[in-house]
C-alpha cells in the first residue's frame, strides 16, 4: 500500500494491477484504475522484486529474455516506480549487445467502484473506455477518471483498453513511460505531510538497535502519509483513521493518535481539536459538549462502546498535554471554551453519581472510561487552574472520590491476587474476564514539573495489574493480547479478543515503565519490534496473538488498517518512552526518566520538539539521559 491521502495504491509483489481484490490506485475512496497490465514483446515481465522505498512509493522490478539464443540471463530489466499520487513509471532497460525494437503494451480498465462496494464484493464490472488526449478515458454516473501517456502511445485502442508503443533500446539503453492516473480535471495528490511545512517534525533515532532507527523512519513517513486537511479550514490537519479501510476523520483515534504523536510537534494535535471543536454538539440536552463518534466493537463479552464519550474525554486531556509540550498559550486559550464543555457533559453525565455509564441503557460502566475520565478531570482541573478559569476544585474533587470507590468496586478477588474488572453492570454485576483494556489503567497524564498524575489504582493493585500484563496468558511475544488466552471467548484473530492491538502494547509499555516494573515493560516492548521488523517496520493496526516461536513471525489481520493513525503513532511512545521525556514548557523545564535498564542499548532521538524547538536527547548504555538540543532557557528538571 502507498499512501499520500487522499490518494492510495494497493498492489501485489507482482507488480501487474489485475483489478482483482482491493488492487488499484484510488483518490478519496474511489478506485480510479483497477488494471494495470504492461507487456513487452507479448510477454509479462518475470517479477523478480517488489519493496517500498517510501511511505507513499513502490518500486517493482521485472526482467524478459528477448534475445533468442541469448542464454539464461535476461536482457531486458522492466523497472516500475508506482507512487501514490497517480503516477506510474515504467523504464526499460536493455542488457543486450545488440539494438532492441520491443513493442510495449499496457492494458488498462476500471469499475469506478468505491472502497466500500469493493469490501463488499459487489464493485460491478469494468466500464467501456473512450480515447481521451494522449490516453484512455472511463465515465459513470459517480465521476469520470482517466489515464495520459506521456510519450504519448503510437496507438490507443478504446475496445480493448489498450496503448501500445514500439521502442526502441540501444545496446545498454533505457527509456521511460510515465502514466498519470486522475480523476477528471483533478491534478495529482498534493500530500499534506510532504508540503515544505509540514506539521510533524522528521524526528530520527540512532543508537544500539537498527530497528529502532527503521521504526521511527517509517512512523513519520507513514504520520504524513496519513494527515489530511480539514475541507472546511486547510490550515487544520488532523491524522485519518487508517488505510484502506477509514481513510477519513475518527474522532476518538485522531485524539489518541495526536497525543502519542506530541513528541513530533503540537500542530497535529491543535489541528486535531480545531476540527473536532467544530463538531461539538450544542446544548440544550443529555448530549450538549459531547464530540460525536461512532459506537466500536468491544469484543465477544461486552456490547459495542461508545467513541463518542472516548473522544470527549480525550479533548481536554489532549489539550492539557499539548500545553505542556508547547502548544501556544493563544493556542490554548481559543480551544478552552470547548474543552470546558467536555469537561461540563462529563460532570452533568455523572451528576450526583461515581461512575460513568456508556449513554446507552442499561450500558455498563467500562473499566477504561473510568480511567479516560479520571485522566480528563485530573488534567482538566490542571488545565483550568493554569487558565485561571473556575471548575477545577469540583473536578479534584470528584476525581478522588472515583478513586476511592474504584479501587472497591472494579476488584475481583482471587486467590492469584485479583485483577481489575473490564465493567460493571448498573447492578453491580461484574465483567471479570483479562482483556487488555485495562491498559488504560496504567495512562494517568502528564501533569507540571515532570510529574504523572494519580491514578485509579493504588501501588498494590498496580503491581498485581504489571504482573497479569506480563504473564505468558497476555504476553504473546509479539504485543500484548486483547485477552487472556484462558478466557473463554479467546481467539487470536479475535478483533478485541485476542489479536496484538499495537496502541494497546504501546500504552502498557509506557505505563508499566512509568510505575517501575521495566522487566514487563521491556519484554512487551521487545516484541512489538521485532513483530515490526517482520512487517517491514509498518506497524498494522493489529495482528494474529498467536504465541511466538523460534523462527517464526506474527500473523497479519486480514482486517487490520496499515498504516493506521494509533498503531503508527505508537511508535512514537515506543522509543520516547526510552527517554521519558517529560516537558512543563510553561514552566521552561523538561524532565527525563529513561527507562534505567536501556534494553536497546544506547539510543538517541534527534529532531524532536519541545516547546516549539527543536529537542535531541541520548540515553547510554548504562540508562543515563543526556539533552543534546533544546530551545534556548528551557531548564532540565529534576
Not at 482538566?380 to 478513586?403: E, F, K, N, V, Y
Amino acid at each position: 500500500m502507498c499512501v499520500a491521502l487522499p490518494g492510495l495504491v494497493i498492489s501485489t509483489e507482482q507488480a501487474q494491477l489485475t483489478g482483482q481484490g482491493l488492487e488499484g490506485y484510488y483518490r478519496a475512496g474511489r478506485r480510479i484504475l483497477s488494471r494495470c497490465q504492461v507487456r513487452v514483446a507479448g510477454r509479462e515481465p518475470l517479477a523478480v522484486q517488489a519493496r517500498m522505498t517510501a511511505a507513499d512509493q513502490s518500486r517493482f522490478v521485472g526482467t524478459l529474455c528477448v534475445s533468442p539464443g541469448a542464454g539464461p540471463d535476461p536482457d531486458v530489466v522492466v523497472e516500475r516506480i508506482r507512487h501514490a499520487d497517480g503516477t506510474e513509471r515504467i523504464t526499460l532497460h536493455s542488457t543486450a549487445q545488440r539494438p532492441l525494437r520491443l513493442p510495449v503494451e499496457v492494458a488498462l480498465g476500471t469499475d469506478l467502484a468505491d472502497l466500500g462496494a469493493i469490501a463488499s464484493g459487489t464493485p460491478g464490472p469494468e466500464l467501456p473506455a473512450s480515447v481521451h488526449d494522449s490516453g484512455l478515458r472511463w465515465s459513470c454516473a459517480s465521476g469520470t477518471s482517466s489515464v495520459t501517456a506521456d510519450p504519448p502511445p503510437a496507438d490507443a485502442l478504446a475496445s480493448a483498453g489498450l496503448l501500445r508503443w514500439d521502442i526502441e533500446l540501444p545496446p545498454g539503453g533505457s527509456t521511460t513511460l510515465e502514466l498519470r492516473i486522475r480523476p477528471d480535471g483533478a491534478g495529482p495528490v498534493r500530500a499534506v505531510g510532504r508540503a515544505a511545512t509540514s506539521p510533524l517534525a522528521a524526528a530520527r533515532a540512532t543508537g544500539d538497535h537498527p530497528g529502532a532507527q527503521a521504526l521511527l523512519r517509517t512512523t513519520v513517513e507513514d504520520l504524513q502519509a496519513l494527515l489530511l486537511r480539514d475541507p472546511a479550514h486547510p490550515s487544520d490537519m488532523y491524522l485519518a483513521a487508517g488505510v484502506p479501510w477509514r481513510c477519513g476523520l475518527a474522532p476518538a483515534e485522531a485524539l489518541a493518535a495526536a497525543r502519542m504523536a506530541l513528541p513530533l510537534g503540537t500542530r497535529i494535535a491543535a489541528g486535531t481539536l480545531r476540527a473536532l471543536a467544530r463538531t461539538q454538539l450544542p446544548g440544550p440536552g443529555v448530549r450538549s459538549g459531547m464530540i460525536p463518534g461512532p459506537l466500536r466493537d468491544a469484543g465477544p463479552r461486552l456490547p459495542p462502546a461508545c467513541s463518542a464519550t472516548e473522544a470527549t474525554l480525550l479533548f481536554p486531556a489532549l489539550l492539557a498535554e499539548a500545553r505542556r509540550w508547547g502548544l501556544p498559550a493563544q493556542e490554548v486559550e481559543e480551544l478552552l471554551s470547548a474543552a470546558e464543555r467536555c469537561l461540563t457533559w462529563l460532570r452533568t453525565t455523572v451528576g450526583d453519581g461515581i461512575y460513568l455509564y456508556d449513554p446507552q441503557t442499561g450500558a455498563p460502566a467500562r473499566c477504561e472510561t473510568q480511567a479516560h475520565a479520571h485522566r480528563a478531570a485530573v488534567l482538566g482541573a490542571d488545565l483550568l487552574d493554569a487558565c485561571g478559569r473556575p471548575g477545577g476544585d469540583g473536578l479534584r474533587q470528584w476525581a478522588r472520590a472515583l478513586r476511592h470507590a474504584f479501587r472497591q468496586d472494579f476488584w475481583v478477588e482471587h486467590p492469584d491476587g485479583g485483577r481489575p474488572a473490564v465493567a460493571r453492570a448498573p447492578d453491580g454485576r461484574l465483567v471479570a474476564h483479562l482483556g487488555a483494556s485495562v491498559v488504560h489503567l496504567l495512562d494517568t497524564g502528564l501533569l507540571g514539573g515532570g510529574e504523572l498524575a494519580p491514578g485509579l489504582l493504588d501501588k498494590v493493585r498496580t503491581e498485581q495489574l504489571a504482573r497479569l500484563l506480563g504473564a505468558p496468558a497476555m504476553d504473546s511475544g509479539w504485543g500484548l493480547r486483547g485477552l487472556g488466552v484462558k478466557e473463554a471467548g479467546y481467539s487470536p484473530f479475535g478483533h478485541r479478543g485476542g489479536a496484538v492491538r499495537v496502541q494497546e502494547t504501546a500504552i502498557a509499555v509506557a505505563g508499566l515503565t512509568a510505575a517501575g516494573y521495566e522487566k514487563e515493560a521491556t519484554s512487551l516492548l521487545r516484541g512489538v519490534l521485532a513483530a515490526a521488523d517482520a512487517f517491514g517496520h509498518r506497524l498494522p493496526e493489529m495482528y494474529a496473538g498467536e504465541q511466538r516461536t523460534d523462527g517464526g513471525a506474527p500473523v497479519p489481520h486480514p482486517a487490520a488498517c496499515r498504516p493506521a493513525a494509533t498503531a503508527t503513532a505508537a511508535g512514537v511512545l515506543l522509543l520516547t518512552t526510552l527517554v521519558g521525556i517529560r516537558p512543563d514548557a510553561p514552566a521552561g523545564t523538561v524532565t527525563l526518566r529513561p527507562v534505567r535498564s536501556a534494553p536497546l542499548g544506547e539510543i538517541g532521538l534527534t529532531g524532536l520538539r519541545v516547546a516549539g524547538a527543536p529537542f535531541s536527547v541520548r540515553v547510554s548504555r548504562l540508562g543515563l539521559a543526556m539533552v543534546e538540543e533544546a530551545a534556548a532557557g528551557l531548564q532540565l528538571g529534576v
